[in-house]
């Protein structure tokens, strides 16, 4: 449950407050287009406590949503390296390789610190910096998943600003194609194979997704069965 001090501002200049407006939340967190800025939702949870910290932040004057991320729970946690806890995070779009480096850096001072992170999208899935970084976080341990329609569900019920919901749920249904493009080819990099998922895109225009997937590939993307 939120509490009155989960209310102090993430990042001078990035928000004022910790739950997300509704339509900044529908407009970014949509698999189907691809927005221009990376919001991060994320929960603090200490093990053998009740008590929960949760933000939101976004990328801002240039820098990624990552480093006020890191940076708010450095700060939060101050490099306790005895602190038992668990972070989820659920990111508009994946981060990109040097991100992952430095979430990786910051995981291997806090031993006893584990990391979920879902994605609505996957950052530049092509580019081989990006594709190794987030095999590498899978490969310390950090859980990394494509947002399906319960993660969907559960962001609406925790993190969106309760006055400014049209609805109680919000339950997407139409995001179903996307979040399984986008999981097979997590899968793929996560199984460190090669792309199978095209995305192109004009000025004005919607993006266009296609999925290619030979023999070998089918055989290695067969175990992941995200549907």
Same mark, same amino acid.
Not at 17 to 23: A, E, M, N, S, V
Not at 150 to 176: G, I, L, N, Q
Not at 179 to 197: A, G, K, V
């Given at each position: 449950?939120?509490?009155?001090?989960?209310?102090?501002?993430?990042?001078?200049?990035?928000?004022? #407050?910790?739950?997300?407006?509704?339509?900044?939340?529908?407009?970014?967190?949509?698999?189907?287009?691809?927005?221009?800025?990376?919001?991060?939702?994320?929960?603090?949870?200490?093990?053998?406590?009740?008590?929960?910290?949760?933000?939101?932040?976004?990328?801002? #004057? #240039?820098?990624?949503?990552?480093?006020?991320?890191?940076?708010?729970?450095?700060?939060?946690?101050?490099?306790?390296?005895?602190?038992?806890?668990?972070?989820?995070?659920?990111?508009?779009?994946?981060?990109? #390789?040097?991100?992952?480096?430095?979430?990786?850096?910051?995981?291997?001072?806090?031993?006893?610190?584990?990391?979920?992170?879902?994605?609505?999208?996957?950052?530049?899935?092509?580019?081989?910096?990006?594709?190794?970084?987030?095999?590498?976080?899978?490969?310390?341990?950090?859980?990394?998943?494509?947002?399906?329609?319960?993660?969907?569900?559960?962001?609406?019920?925790?993190?969106?600003?309760?006055?400014?919901?049209?609805?109680?749920?919000?339950?997407?249904?139409?995001?179903?194609?996307?979040?399984?493009?986008?999981?097979?080819?997590?899968?793929?990099?996560?199984?460190?194979?090669?792309?199978?998922?095209?995305?192109?895109?004009?000025?004005?225009?919607?993006?266009?997704?296609?999925?290619?997937?030979?023999?070998?590939?089918?055989?290695?993307?067969?175990?992941?069965?995200?549907?």
């Amino acid at each position: 449950m939120a509490t009155g001090w989960n209310r102090d501002p993430v990042c001078r200049g990035i928000t004022q #407050g910790w739950k997300i407006r509704q339509k900044a939340f529908v407009k970014n967190y949509d698999p189907s287009v691809l927005s221009s800025v990376t919001y991060l939702l994320y929960e603090i949870k200490w093990n053998y406590c009740r008590r929960r910290w949760q933000r939101w932040i976004r990328c801002a #004057g #240039g820098e990624h949503a990552e480093k006020y991320f890191l940076k708010d729970v450095c700060k939060k946690l101050r490099y306790d390296h005895f602190v038992h806890c668990s972070i989820t995070c659920y990111m508009s779009w994946s981060p990109c #390789g040097d991100c992952c480096k430095k979430i990786i850096g910051f995981l291997e001072k806090m031993p006893n610190l584990s990391l979920a992170i879902y994605v609505a999208r996957l950052y530049w899935h092509k580019e081989e910096n990006n594709r190794q970084g987030l095999w590498s976080l899978m490969n310390i341990g950090v859980s990394i998943q494509v947002m399906d329609l319960s993660d969907y569900d559960d962001c609406w019920r925790t993190f969106v600003d309760d006055e400014d919901k049209y609805e109680d749920d919000y339950w997407p249904r139409h995001f179903a194609p996307w979040i399984m493009l986008y999981s097979l080819e997590l899968q793929s990099i996560l199984q460190d194979i090669p792309s199978c998922l095209t995305i192109s895109s004009g000025r004005n225009q919607p993006p266009v997704f296609s999925l290619h997937v030979n023999k070998k590939q089918k055989r290695a993307l067969a175990s992941a069965n995200p549907y």
